[in-house]
């Protein structure tokens, strides 16, 4: 699974590299892609629908989220979490 995820990153940034030479596509100063990923096996469907759930109200978060350079507000659960000075709440 590593190698296909590989080459799909691999792949994609080429093709997006290619896109702002060629095509005017506006430049991504930093990384296009996480340095790992998360795989896991969905089990049954009440993980099937948590995934659903998670697919389509993640990019809702984007505006708060510690990645996006254009960030405009600050998620408590986030900044406790990367947060060395404060206790992690699980």
Not at 38 to 51: A, F, P, W
């Amino acid at each position: 699974m590593s190698d296909v995820v590989h080459r799909f990153k691999t792949l994609t940034t080429r093709r997006y590299a290619d896109g702002v030479g060629e095509n005017r596509w506006p430049p991504f100063h930093g990384r296009l892609w996480q340095r790992n990923y998360y795989e896991h096996v969905i089990r049954n469907e009440r993980e099937l629908d948590q995934i659903r759930e998670y697919i389509a109200t993640n990019p809702l978060k984007w505006a708060l989220d510690r990645e996006n350079p254009e960030r405009t507000g600050h998620s408590v659960k986030e900044d406790a979490l990367f947060d060395r000075n404060q206790p992690h709440s699980q």
